[in-house]
């Protein structure tokens, strides 16, 4: 029996992901659909939870893009997708702010 996660991925990430290049859109997208709504938890190098931050974190992994959420519930919460040279600062910026505490 395998739970189903619902992927919510707010308006100004979807805008966001309109700039990027179409391949990469869809690339970005299936890889959500496909790693994220089964077990959306670490698994390898794809799935890592964020370290040293509050609140629990996880990073997907799709070629040259990162994908941040949390797992909230049966939700998945994107927080942010950015290119791989974006996600170090990305994570000193949620260092800083506070996730909402898993239930």
Known sequence: MSMSYQVLIPDNITA??????????????SK???QLTEWPFPRGKVIRRVRYIRGTVFRLRVGGYRVFYYVKGDAVHVLEICSKKEADRYIASIRREQIPPEE
């Open 16 to 29: 966001k992901l309109e700039t990027f290049a179409l391949r990469e859109r869809i690339r970005i997208l």
């Open 32 to 34: 959500i659909k496909e």
